[in-house]
C-alpha cells in the first residue's frame, strides 16, 4: 500500500490533532507543525497577523525535509478573511516555500461544497460576528449562496465546546433553504457530530478538519473506499 504524507500548519492554539488522525485514510501520515501566534483573543486583526509575518513559509519550509504530497494550511478564519484572492496567494506562498502541493481549510470547504454541489449552505462559526461573516463572503464571493451566518460569539475556549453543544448549534444555525450546513475552524470539535448532523437535518454536512484532510488526500491523489470516512463527504472523490 502506498504510503501518503500531508503537512498540516496548525495554529499555535491548535489542540484538536486527534481529530486531523481521525479523519485520516489509513495511509495518509500527518506531520504538524505549529504557527506562533500572538496571544490574545479571536478577532480579525489576530487573524491577519498570521499571514503578515514570514511565519507562514518558515512552517511550510520546514517541510522539505520530508517531501510531503501535500501541505494544509489548516487556520479557517486567516484563509478566508481576505476572499478568494487572499486564499489563493496563501497556497501560493506555502507551495513556493515547501515546494509541495497547497491547500487550505477554506479552500478545501470550498472545494467540498462544490464536490457535493451544494448551492447553498447555512454557516455555523465559533467567532464573534465581524470573523464570522468573513467565511459567508467568501463563499458568496466563489458562488456558493449563503442562507444564514450564526456566530457563536467565542474569543476563547473554543477547544473546550462539547459535541453536544456543537449538534445543538448546528441545527439551530441550519435553514429550510440551506442544501448543507458548514461548520467552520479546526479547532472546534465536530468528528462525533457529523453523522449525528446530518441524519437529523437530512443534508451534508462539511466541517474544517473534515474538509482540510479530505481535500489534502484528494489532491495527493490518496485512494479510499467510497464508503469509508467521516460524512457524505467522504463519498466524493471528484478532483
Known amino acids: 500500500m502506498t504510503e501518503f504524507r500531508i503537512g498540516i500548519i496548525y495554529p499555535g492554539d491548535g489542540a484538536l490533532d486527534r481529530e486531523f488522525w481521525s479523519f485520516a485514510p489509513k495511509n495518509v501520515s500527518l506531520h504538524f507543525t505549529r504557527q506562533p501566534q500572538a496571544e490574545g483573543?479571536?478577532?480579525?486583526?489576530?487573524?491577519?497577523?498570521?499571514?503578515?509575518?514570514?511565519?507562514?513559509?518558515?512552517?511550510?519550509?520546514?517541510?522539505?525535509?520530508?517531501?510531503?504530497?501535500?501541505?494544509?494550511?489548516?487556520?479557517?478564519?486567516?484563509?478566508?478573511?481576505?476572499?478568494?484572492?487572499?486564499?489563493?496567494?496563501?497556497?501560493?506562498?506555502?507551495?513556493?516555500?515547501?515546494g509541495s502541493v497547497a491547500t487550505t481549510t477554506s479552500g478545501a470547504i470550498l472545494a467540498a461544497?462544490?464536490?457535493?454541489?451544494?448551492?447553498?449552505?447555512?454557516?455555523?462559526?465559533?467567532?464573534?460576528?465581524?470573523?464570522s461573516t468573513k467565511l459567508g463572503e467568501f463563499l458568496e464571493e466563489a458562488?456558493?449562496?449563503?442562507?444564514?451566518?450564526?456566530?457563536?460569539?467565542?474569543?476563547?475556549?473554543?477547544?473546550?465546546?462539547?459535541?453536544?453543544?456543537?449538534?445543538?448549534?448546528?441545527?439551530?444555525?441550519?435553514?429550510?433553504?440551506?442544501?448543507?450546513l458548514v461548520i467552520s475552524c479546526t479547532n472546534l470539535a465536530t468528528i462525533d457530530a457529523i453523522d449525528i448532523l446530518e441524519k437529523t437535518l437530512g443534508k451534508p454536512v462539511v466541517t474544517a478538519n473534515q474538509a482540510t484532510v479530505w481535500h489534502a488526500s484528494l489532491l495527493a491523489r490518496v485512494e479510499w473506499p467510497c464508503d469509508s470516512g467521516?460524512?457524505?463527504?467522504w463519498g466524493k472523490t471528484v478532483r
Open 41 to 98: 483573543l479571536v478577532s480579525l486583526t489576530g487573524m491577519e497577523a498570521l499571514l503578515d509575518d514570514d511565519s507562514v513559509e518558515v512552517c511550510a519550509n520546514s517541510f522539505n525535509l520530508i517531501t510531503p504530497s501535500v501541505v494544509a494550511f489548516a487556520c479557517t478564519s486567516a484563509s478566508f478573511i481576505r476572499g478568494l484572492s487572499g486564499e489563493a496567494d496563501l497556497r501560493q506562498r506555502i507551495q513556493r516555500a515547501s
Open 113 to 131: 461544497c462544490r464536490a457535493m454541489e451544494i448551492a447553498q449552505v447555512a454557516i455555523l462559526a465559533p467567532y464573534v460576528e465581524e470573523v
Open 143 to 180: 458562488d456558493v449562496g449563503v442562507s444564514r451566518v450564526f456566530p457563536m460569539g467565542l474569543v476563547d475556549g473554543i477547544a473546550d465546546v462539547s459535541v453536544d453543544e456543537v449538534v445543538r448549534l448546528g441545527i439551530a444555525a441550519d435553514t429550510s433553504d440551506s442544501e448543507g
Open 230 to 233: 467521516v460524512g457524505r463527504l
